[in-house]
């Protein structure tokens, strides 16, 4: 399974760009890669877990390094399936639990279930980082909001129905068969 997170970061926060893919076992949920850039090339930085070799590599521009693959690990978008998933198998999960990411231990604790906008939600801390992430309690199971702090302040997303897309002015419509 492949998870794709574009977020297009502007207003008081510089103009940027962040693209996250997230390649996940589709049974387990645990990490297989990860790579995050600014979608237009190569990954600025880029995490493999190879099983088979038994080694986790980190690749950040040139530079490259290795360690034993010890355990399962989960990346910073695959921890938000994973999370997902297991609130939707566990009615919501445990009180406190943990997950492995490259940088180290993360500590997951319920929090109060939630209302988010009309839908009842299970709410979580993450620590470090301090994220808080409500998911919904009926299925499909959305995230429906994330809060995270960064060095420019709170990023908070929340889940919106999906519009339908129309094309912009300028983009060419292309058309199958006939031209």
Known sequence: ??????????????????????????????????????????????TTFDRRAGLVTLRQGKEEASTPLTTDYHDPVGLLMWLRARAAAQDGGPERSYAHLTGGRVLIQRLPDSQIGEADAYGYYLRPGNAYVYVERDA????????????FGLIEANAQAAAARRPAPNEKRRRRGRD
């Open 140 to 151: 499909p199971h959305r995230l429906t909001r994330l809060i995270q702090p960064t060095d």
């Open 1 to 46: 399974m492949v998870v794709r997170v574009q977020t297009d970061f502007g207003g008081v926060l510089p103009d940027l760009r962040r693209v996250q893919t997230s390649r996940l076992d589709p049974r387990t949920l645990t990490s297989l890669s990860y790579a995050e850039g600014d979608g237009r090339g190569k990954a600025a930085f880029e």
